[in-house]
């Protein structure tokens, strides 16, 4: 094989990138068209209203886009007081031992685990609990998806975060230990103002995981159409009500949903952008 | 001496990494066939660099520009084509680097594989047996040629490397300080080969130990800032160099 | 100092916390799915809801199994590898090869989008791809559902691991006269066979147990089938149709199980062969 073929070779398989993302833009937009045109754009993303009553067809994505937020944050809060030790124990304290590889192991073994089973976990175990803890009279709502999907992301978020106090260097901790300082206040002044950004960024990538996670939601945030009114209420994200619908709507229906996809991928895209550039500056710097 | 062409002749060679710094500047100097020729100087001198211009390895990097002409038999290699050129130049790099996959047997026979040319089974017992030979490590590796080349020692595998480059009959040899990573004893075995090797191939190397240079090159070359301050017999630059900077190299007034 | 050890137990405390999610989901999975797993749970297809109702009337365990789901899941899967791996491992190598070009660049950027879109969204797509022009579910659609998910992470371990390797090997290769080519196919990727490797099984890991993409494209089906052209079942996608399915929720935990031992078992065998090879 000469270079020039392998060149082109090379290119024609890289093609397909571009040929994916643009098919993925493509489809979603030409089939999003009916309801956005139907509905008018700003109306769409605005309409808490979803009733397929034939005839009188109302489609709204509001109560999607809040249920999708109300998780993501609700996840993200609850993600932090565990990722958080995690790094600090496997970047930090025990830094290169053999139980900080074993607790790494253990958050890997986490993220592997199918969103499906997530699901039935948060179903049969964590819902009877909020049950019995009178939280919520059904179980399941924002509040139990949430949960379960904090659980999901504290190995992302863990293990980038970590990745970056490994890195604030040594003679820096060293300079402030010298000077008296205790372990936590090297952790509270050095540590987080130097790895601050790239932990930040970590928590981005993790919040861009959250955002899509599919089944998991749909098993435990209730499935009602409505906007939550509170933490423990119920609910559907984005993911879940197209998780939910997809198969059996047409029509308008269809393209309300697909419109929903829409907006789910351009959030996660730019919510993914916005992290990756942060850790790559995180990282230069 | 006048009608004989030089097997390797630079000249104004000129190679810079960036528009502003030029790392070799105008260098001109013709290699004689069959000699070992040294290239010294201090660190971030530019001989490796002139070095790699030989192989055109410098094409690898598209912001390094290299000028003037390099002439190979008389034929200017930066208009030929790098494959063509780095059959007819070997090249043998500072950290041995056998390819981590592959047996002895097929690291010697490599760069046939490379060039999609094939081989007999004969035709190819016969080429390892000779490379391995004409660098001395037959008898030790003989019964271990099914063994991945990286289960030799360090030394083993420089010469496994040259055996490699050797295979390919190249004009000229090129090495760019082979010893720095071996031990004493290695570079000792290195050196001796090397004085034995000079009668197939004419061999070009950058070392940073002027004793090396002495005890194994004919031809010295001294460079300094990316120019060539000096060029001439080994013998002679050690003895009584012309220029005051390469006495202050050899009388290690300059690092 | 008081607070300095304080906060080192309670860092070791949450730690160890996260810990408990993954021993209560395996020790549930592994609790109520023990003794779900017998040969014939592998060997045959789920039972209808009918005769599962019955049986449980009559207070027998129910009949079937999931056969129908991993012969799906194989056929799926391999035809995802069969396009995902070569197309990732040559649009890794151009990655690695052109890293600082504008294309290549760009198409770095789209490798990232593609692997942080959620995979409900690659479902939609596939369907509006492939369901709809070929006028039906098939196996064929959730391959290639599967095969877009795991593009971009066989492209990123494809790359990475060309990228670390010496670049005195690849010198060395050239020097000898080999073009760009055969340097590629005989020296660099051999010797990257192990970091591709690992990505691939970790590829195979993530996407087994996707669900929701499946659902728009392969359906399901309750027998076991091996035309690629009609609806197909897969593990995940019994588990849903269990869950869903009162009468049948008796068999999640065994298909549960099995797809929980199969993905970590992928998960620590390629963490495994990654730590061998990098020694």
């Known amino acids: ?285 | 001496m006048e009608s004989v062409t030089p097997i390797l002749e630079f000249k104004n060679t000129c190679v810079s990494y960036t528009k502003q710094t030029m790392a070799v500047k105008y260098v001109s100097a013709a290699i004689e066939r069959n000699t070992i020729t040294a290239i010294m100087g201090p660190s971030g001198c530019g001989k490796s660099t002139l070095l790699r211009a030989v192989n055109l390895m410098h094409n690898l990097y598209p912001n390094i520009r290299v000028d003037g002409e390099i002439l190979l038999n008389g034929e200017n290699i930066l208009a030929m084509e790098p494959i063509d050129v780095r059959r007819r130049v070997g090249m043998v790099f500072q950290r041995p680097a056998p390819f981590p996959t592959m047996s002895i047997y097929d690291n010697v026979l490599s760069g046939f594989v490379l060039n999609g040319i094939r081989l007999s089974k004969a035709e190819k017992d016969a080429t390892v047996e000779r490379c391995l030979r004409s660098v001395a490590l037959w008898d030790e590796v003989k019964d271990v040629l099914n063994k991945k080349g990286t289960f030799l020692s360090g030394g083993q595998q420089q010469r496994l490397c040259i055996a490699r480059a050797l295979a390919m009959k190249p004009d000229v040899l090129l090495m760019d300080e082979p010893t720095s990573a071996l031990d004493p004893i290695a570079t000792k075995h290195i050196e001796e080969l090397l004085l034995e090797l000079q009668k197939e191939v004419t061999i070009l190397i950058v070392t940073h130990n002027m004793g090396q240079a002495r005890r194994i090159s004919s031809k010295s070359m001294f460079m300094y800032l990316g120019e060539l301050v000096e060029y001439g017999d080994t013998e002679t630059m050690f003895t009584n160099p012309i220029d005051e900077r390469t006495k202050s190299y050899l009388t290690g007034k300059m690092g | 100092m008081a607070k300095d050890k304080l906060m080192l137990w309670g860092i070791c405390l949450l730690a160890a916390l996260t810990a408990v999610p993954l021993l209560a989901i395996l020790g549930e999975v592994l609790l109520r799915g023990y003794d779900q797993l017998s040969w014939s749970f592998f060997t045959e297809p789920t039972p209808t809801a009918y005769k599962a109702m019955k049986a449980i009337e009559a207070g027998e365990p129910i009949p079937g199994g999931i056969a129908n789901g991993i012969i799906g899941t194989m056929i799926m899967l391999g035809m995802a590898v069969v396009v995902a791996v070569p197309l990732g491992i040559l649009c890794g190598a151009f990655l690695a090869e052109n890293g600082k070009n504008r294309f290549a660049q760009f198409v770095s950027y789209l490798t990232d989008l593609l692997q942080g879109t959620p995979s409900v969204i690659i479902g939609i797509i596939t369907y509006i791809w492939v369901v709809v022009p070929m006028k039906g579910y098939s196996a064929i659609a959730g391959s290639v559902a599967l095969c877009i998910m795991m593009l971009p992470l066989i492209i990123r371990s494809t790359e990475e691991t060309l990228k670390i390797l010496p670049a005195s090997l690849k010198e060395a290769g050239l020097a000898l006269g080999g073009n760009n080519a055969r340097v590629m196919m005989k020296v660099q990727l051999p010797a990257a066979f192990g970091g591709i490797f690992t990505g691939v099984l970790l590829a195979i890991s993530r996407v087994i147990g996707e669900t929701a993409p499946l659902m728009f494209t392969a359906l399901g089906c309750s027998f076991v089938r091996f035309a690629v052209d009609k609806p197909i079942s897969a593990v995940p996608l019994l588990i849903w149709e269990f869950f869903n399915d009162p009468n049948l929720q008796e068999l999640i935990w065994g298909a549960s199980l099995f797809l929980l031992l199969f993905v970590l078992t992928l998960n620590i065998l390629s963490k495994y062969l990654a730590k061998k090879w990098n020694q």
């Open chain 1, 1 to 285: 094989m000469n270079d020039k073929l392998y060149k082109i070779i090379l290119f024609v398989a890289a093609l397909a990138m571009p040929i994916v993302c643009g098919g993925v833009v493509y489809a979603l937009v030409t089939d999003a068209y009916d309801a956005f045109e139907h509905f008018g754009f700003l109306n769409f993303l605005t309409s808490s209203e979803w009733s397929y009553t034939e005839g009188a067809e109302q489609y709204g994505a509001l109560p999607f886009i809040t249920g999708t937020l109300m998780t993501t944050m609700q996840a993200l809060l609850f993600c932090i007081p565990f990722s958080l030790p995690v790094a600090l124990f496997v970047g930090e304290y025990f830094k290169g031992t053999k139980i900080a590889s074993v607790l790494s192991t253990v958050t890997d073994l986490l993220a592997g685990i199918p969103s499906i089973i997530y699901g039935l976990w948060g179903f049969y175990t964590l819902r009877p609990i909020i049950m019995a803890l009178n939280i919520s009279p059904q179980g399941s709502g924002v509040l139990t998806a949430s949960l379960v999907l904090a659980i999901m992301i504290v190995p992302y978020a863990a293990s980038l975060s970590a990745e970056f106090i490994k890195m604030v260097p040594n003679d820096l901790k060293e300079g402030a230990y010298s000077l008296g300082a205790t372990r936590a206040e090297v952790v509270r002044k050095v540590i987080f103002p130097v790895a601050g950004s790239g932990i930040f960024s970590s928590y981005v990538l993790a919040i861009g995981r959250a955002l899509g996670e599919t089944m998991t939601v749909t098993m435990l945030i209730g499935n009602t159409n409505n906007i939550p009114d509170s933490i423990t209420s119920t609910g559907n994200s984005m993911a879940s009500i197209i998780a939910n619908q997809f198969g059996e709507a047409d029509d308008l229906r269809l393209s309300s949903l697909i419109a929903i996809g829409l907006i789910l991928f351009l959030i996660t895209a730019l919510i993914n952008m916005v992290g990756k550039i942060m850790i790559k500056r995180a990282r230069i710097a």
